[in-house]
């Protein structure tokens, strides 16, 4: 069980100028402006490993729009902000939209002053000079450990994001019901060969929703699902605009009479669907059959403040603190029922 360094971040999100780095020129001055080369290659490998991409540049928007149509490269970019806006704002905005860590962005620009700019609004971010786009590909940053099948699928379950949440600020009804529109159904199974990847990845990629801040090693996840002593599960979530993907993971350490939650992590991406509530309800269900007591362990950190207001809305209290480690324990007494907007496929019984 490893805690993630600095060395250690992957980038999650490339954010692009435009004149004199994604092309040739400056658009306003030259409508001719062509791509620098190899920038459909780079773009093109950076999607197929999951790493969402965005536009922070000073010009005119509706000509650069066209001009990235034009080139056929705008499907790649989500949020993009294409405006005379400072270009660290314009990152703020894009990592407020994505719900990322600034911290998980990289920004590429040609000029000095914007680098110079950005690194002091948002000292967090990693900025690249665009004259050394030959060695991007290979920057430890930009390359995560597995490439899986959520990786590949990344910006497309982006884009139904933003079209989810385009219904979601128009819709007139409560929340629970804009919620029942969406037909979510919710599988929770025991990890297989075949998650594992993703799981690890998981893992290193979830700061926010992660109960402990740690990460596991593919050994040790492979470990802990042939484990007698574990329950190792994973969460895939879809509705009527498609899949979430696999966007949660619970480790369980399984003593004869006490079972402890020793991992507890979702995407953000389903910060406001309830589903860390709803996995937590089915640990629990899980315990009160098999007749133990549950507890969980929760690590603060600056980010996961969420994290331990689950816990509390699901019924844990704490009953002990040890340096830096929270302990919980639910009486299992309060049994939550299924929320009527989604519906739960489950391999084990509850």
């Not at 009527?240 to 696999?246: E, I, M, Q």
């Not at 004869?256 to 389903?270: E, F, P």
């Not at 509530?277 to 133990?292: D, F, P, Q």
């Not at 919980?328 to 019984?349: H, R």
Request: glycine share 4%.
């Amino acid at each position: 069980m490893l805690e993630i360094s600095s060395q250690e971040r992957k980038v999650k999100c490339v954010v692009w100028d435009l004149d004199h780095t994604l092309w040739q020129g400056v658009l306003l001055e030259d409508k001719s402006v062509k791509l620098h080369e190899d920038i459909k290659e780079i773009l093109e490998e950076l999607d197929n490993r999951g790493i969402l991409q965005s536009i922070a540049s000073k010009n005119e928007h509706h000509l650069a729009i066209e001009k990235l149509k034009e080139f056929g490269i705008e499907k790649y970019f989500i949020y993009p902000q294409i405006n005379w806006n400072s270009k660290g704002s314009s990152i703020k905005k894009i990592a407020k939209s994505i719900n990322i860590g600034l911290d998980t962005l990289a920004f590429i620009d040609d000029q000095p002053f914007e680098r110079e700019e950005v690194s002091f609004s948002v000292p967090e971010i990693m900025c690249i000079d665009a004259n050394d786009l030959s060695g991007l590909l290979s920057l430890p940053e930009m390359n995560p450990n597995f490439i899986t099948e959520d990786s590949k699928m990344r910006r497309k379950m982006y884009l139904s994001d933003i079209e989810r949440n385009k219904e979601e600020e128009s819709y007139e009804g409560t929340t629970e019901e804009f919620l029942k529109t969406l037909n979510m159904v919710l599988t929770i199974s025991p990890v297989s060969d075949g998650d594992l990847q993703r799981a690890e990845e998981l893992t290193v990629r979830t700061h926010q929703l992660n109960a402990t801040g740690y990460t596991y090693s593919y050994e040790e996840l492979d470990n802990f699902s042939k484990s007698d002593r574990h329950k190792l599960l994973i969460a895939d979530l879809n509705d009527k605009y498609g899949p979430y993907g696999k966007i949660g993971v619970v480790l369980i350490e399984c003593d004869k009479n006490v079972w402890t939650i020793k991992l507890l992590l979702m995407s953000c991406r389903v910060m406001s669907r309830g589903i860390g509530t709803i996995m937590l309800n089915y640990v629990i269900h899980l315990a009160k059959n098999a007749n133990v007591r549950l507890r969980a362990e929760f690590v603060p950190t600056t980010k996961n403040r969420m994290m331990y207001m689950t816990y509390r809305f699901s019924g844990f209290e704490e009953i002990e603190e040890n340096e830096n480690l929270v302990l919980f324990e639910n009486d299992l007494m309060n049994l939550q029922p299924l929320p009527n907007y989604i519906k739960l496929n489950s391999f084990l019984l509850i």
